[in-house]
């Protein structure tokens, strides 16, 4: 299980429709703009994969590959992968081609074996992938912290609808951070279900508030468009009034994960982000309410905490 450790640094570093698994039905064709769905309740799936480490640290039991597409799960990218046993990593170091096998259950994905390649080859076939600059203009922002006021943050949601967050004044909002092509069940994917476990229980509460919203923001615009964001909200059968997929201009984007302390770089020449993970509530008074580091969080200390949050003036 992946819990991130508060980073205090504030680095301004340079930067599959999914395919539904159905016992019964069979598999659908895949569409590479949604990564893939895991197996189902007790089952796994292995994958063979090609590629070549960019980054270890076995102290974390974390290795960073950038590999090929994985057929019918995920495009070619460049993702840090965790081990069980960090000892599986004891005789590999950075640029070394690599042959991997990726164990899927419904809830992590981890490598379970790996080797050395003799052949040079990257193992990285090519994927469509925007053009993104080298550099970009960011704002200078500081970190916000609990009780400070959210800024007016622009979006566009999964309909392609103008939103800001001024516009969720007098309600409770909580937002967290995804890009649809993470295939790791633990990372975006576990955030995803977290919200629409969330969104069922605050719903189903007859006596709770009903001020409150979602949102789930991408830090991938140039891909995470709003037609990719409405595939991805309907993967996770949301309620538009309730849950919004948005996107952004990257400098807004840019400085609201610098606000949270949450840079998110990404390489061009790996075509990867290296993300961390957040999840915030906001209060009905528009100040931030709590900030959840990783995504060891609990669904139901969610809900609560948004329940109080609701009832700020």
């Given amino acids: ?77 460049t993702m840090p992968f965790q081990v069980k046993d960090a000892s599986i990593l004891a005789d590999l170091q950075t640029n070394d081609p690599v042959r991997f096998q990726l164990t899927i259950s419904e809830t992590e994905g981890w490598i379970s074996k790996i080797e050395k390649r003799k052949d040079a080859a990257s193992g990285t076939n090519t994927t469509t992938d925007p053009v993104r600059p080298a550099t970009r203009i960011v704002r200078e922002v500081e970190p916000l912290k609990v009780g400070e006021v959210m800024p007016p943050y622009p979006f566009t949601n999964q309909l392609g609808q103008a939103i800001n967050l001024k516009d969720f004044k007098g309600q409770a909002v909580g937002l967290t951070f995804i890009f649809t092509l993470c295939p790791m069940p633990q990372y975006c994917p576990r955030l995803s279900a977290n919200f629409l476990s969330a969104m069922k229980l605050l719903k189903a509460d007859a006596s709770g508030p009903t001020n409150w919203h979602l949102l789930s923001i991408s830090f991938d615009p140039d891909r995470d468009t709003p037609p990719v964001l409405l595939s991805y909200a309907k993967r996770y059968n949301y309620d538009p009034i309730r849950w919004s997929f948005v996107t952004g201009a990257q400098i807004e984007i840019d400085a609201i994960t610098e606000q949270f302390e949450l840079p998110i770089p990404y390489n061009a020449e790996t075509r990867g982000f290296d993300h961390k993970m957040r999840t915030v509530i906001i209060d009905a008074a528009g100040k931030v309410d709590k900030i959840y580091v990783g995504n060891e969080w609990k669904v139901e200390e969610f809900v609560e905490e948004m329940k109080k949050a609701a009832m700020v003036k």
Avoid: W
């Avoid at 069979?26 to 980054?55: F, H, L, R």
């Fill in 1 to 77: 299980m992946y819990v991130e450790p508060m980073d205090r640094s504030r680095k301004r570093s340079l930067p599959f429709i999914l395919v539904l698994l159905l016992a019964l039905a069979g598999c659908e064709k895949q569409n590479p703009t949604v990564a893939g769905n895991p197996p189902g309740a007790g089952s796994t799936t292995n994958y063979m994969v090609n590629g070549v480490i960019v980054g270890l640290t076995p102290g974390e039991k974390k290795v960073r590959i950038r590999h090929e597409a994985i057929t019918n799960y995920m495009d070619a990218m």
